[in-house]
C-alpha cells in the first residue's frame, strides 16, 4: 500500500531556535509552497477553547502559519464555526469575544478572525459528499467554501463523544455549519448508566432542556438531539453515547472530513500537547492524560491523524493524570479509547480512507 509522508517535530529546541520556528520549518517541508498561496483567500481553521478552557493550542500556532501564508502571497484569516451546544461559541459575537478572551485576534494572530458560519450558525453551503458516503451532503460554513485553500491546525486530544480529536474531527465537526453538526451528533442519545447518582450536574450541560432526574437518575426525554455536550458534564462518567451511535458518529465525522478535503486545497498541520481526555470545547477537559507528543504536518488527513493517534497511544500515562482512572474501567483499551470506549476513533480514519480522504498508511519524516 502506498504511504502518505507525514512530518513530525518534537517540541525540543536549542536556545536560539524556538517551537514556532520548528513549525514554519515543518510546513515547510509538508509542501505549503505547493498550494500556491499567492493571492489565495487563505482560511487558517482552528478552535479557539470554549471559554474556561486553558489547553486549546495558543494563537503562536497560528500566527506562525499566518506569516508563511502571507509570505507566500497569500490572504490568511483565522476561523472557526459556531457550536451546537450553549457556551460562548455558538453565534458570532460571543464566539468571537470568547476567541479575544482566549488571546485570539487581529493582534496576536496578524491577520482578521472570522467566523465561517456566520452570526447565528445558519450561513452554509451543503457540499456534495463522495462517492461511497451515506450522507447525501454535507453541510459546511459558507465562509470555509468561500475561501480558496484550508490550512488545518487541529488540536491531537481525546474527545469524550469520539474519543480521539484530530485533524477530521476538525474538518467534519469544525467545518459543519449548526445544522451539520446537528446531523453528525443526531445519531443516537446518550445512556444514562446504573452508577448515575442523579446529581443533576449533567442537567446544567444541556441546552435543550431534554435531561431530567426521575427517581434519582438522569432521564433523556424526546427534546435530546444528540449533541453530547452533557456526557463532558457528568463527574462520574455516568452518561454516556451507545456503541450504535459512537459509530454513526465517525462514520458521519468522516463523510463530511472527506466532503472538505475533496473540495479544497488543503494542508493540515496538528499538535498533540496538553493530551487532554476532554476536548476544547469544555472548561472541564481534565489534566493531560500522557506527555506532550509535538507537531505534525501532512497534506493527507487521514494519515495524519493515523501517526498522531499512534504516537499518543505509545506514551506512558502521566502520574497522576486521568489516564489510570480512564483506564480502570477498561483495562485493555489503548490511550485514546480509553476515554470513550463506545466510540472507536479507527472507525472514523477508516471511514475517510474508505472515501479516498487519503490512507492509514503513512512514513514518519522527522523535521528538525
Ligand atoms: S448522569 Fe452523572 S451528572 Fe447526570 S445525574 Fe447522573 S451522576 Fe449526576
Ligand atoms: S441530553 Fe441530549 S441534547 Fe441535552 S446535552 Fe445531552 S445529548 Fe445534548
Aim: proline share 5%.
Amino acid at each position: 500500500m502506498e504511504r502518505s509522508d507525514v512530518f513530525f517535530a518534537s517540541l525540543r529546541v536549542a536556545p536560539d531556535d524556538s517551537v514556532p520556528a520548528k513549525l514554519a520549518r515543518l510546513v515547510r517541508a509538508a509542501g505549503i509552497e505547493r498550494l500556491g498561496l499567492d493571492q489565495k483567500m487563505t482560511a487558517i481553521k482552528t478552535h479557539f477553547g470554549e471559554f474556561g478552557n486553558v489547553t486549546h493550542l495558543k494563537p503562536a500556532y497560528a500566527r506562525t502559519l499566518v506569516a508563511e501564508v502571507r509570505a507566500l502571497g497569500g490572504i490568511p484569516f483565522v476561523t472557526d464555526c459556531n457550536t451546537l451546544y450553549p457556551g460562548m461559541r455558538w453565534n458570532a459575537v460571543s464566539h468571537l469575544e470568547c476567541a479575544a478572551l482566549n488571546g485570539f485576534g487581529q493582534l496576536s494572530c496578524g491577520c482578521p478572525v472570522i467566523i465561517a458560519d456566520g452570526l447565528r450558525g445558519e450561513d452554509e453551503v451543503a457540499v456534495p459528499t463522495p462517492p461511497g458516503a451515506a450522507l447525501g451532503h454535507a453541510l459546511i460554513g459558507r465562509t470555509l467554501m468561500d475561501a480558496d485553500v484550508i490550512i488545518t491546525l487541529a488540536h491531537g486530544k481525546g474527545c469524550k463523544a469520539s474519543s480521539f480529536g484530530g485533524v477530521l474531527k476538525n474538518l467534519a465537526m469544525g467545518c459543519a455549519s449548526r445544522a451539520g453538526k446537528m446531523v453528525m451528533h443526531s445519531s443516537g442519545r446518550p445512556a444514562v448508566k446504573d452508577h448515575c447518582v442523579g446529581c443533576g450536574v449533567c442537567l446544567e450541560g444541556c441546552g435543550q432542556g431534554a435531561l431530567e432526574i426521575r427517581e434519582g437518575k438522569a432521564h433523556v426525554n424526546d427534546r435530546c438531539v444528540g449533541c453530547g455536550h452533557c456526557v463532558s458534564y457528568c463527574p462520574r462518567a455516568a452518561i454516556g453515547g451507545s456503541g450504535t451511535a459512537g459509530a454513526d458518529l465517525q462514520r458521519k465525522m468522516a463523510e463530511y472530513a472527506a466532503t472538505v478535503v475533496a473540495a479544497k486545497p488543503c494542508l493540515h498541520v496538528a499538535a498533540a500537547i496538553d493530551i487532554t481526555p476532554g476536548c476544547d470545547c469544555f472548561a472541564g477537559c481534565d489534566a493531560p492524560m500522557v506527555p506532550n507528543v509535538g507537531l505534525f504536518a501532512s497534506a493527507d488527513p487521514v494519515a495524519l491523524d493515523q501517526a498522531m493517534a499512534d504516537a499518543i497511544c505509545r506514551q506512558d500515562a502521566l502520574p497522576g493524570g486521568p489516564l489510570d482512572d480512564l483506564r480502570a474501567a477498561t483495562p485493555d483499551a489503548d490511550n485514546l479509547r480509553a476515554v470513550s470506549p463506545d466510540s472507536d476513533w479507527a472507525l472514523c480514519l477508516q471511514h475517510a480512507e474508505e472515501l479516498g480522504a487519503g490512507t492509514r498508511a503513512y512514513h514518519l519524516i522527522e523535521v528538525r
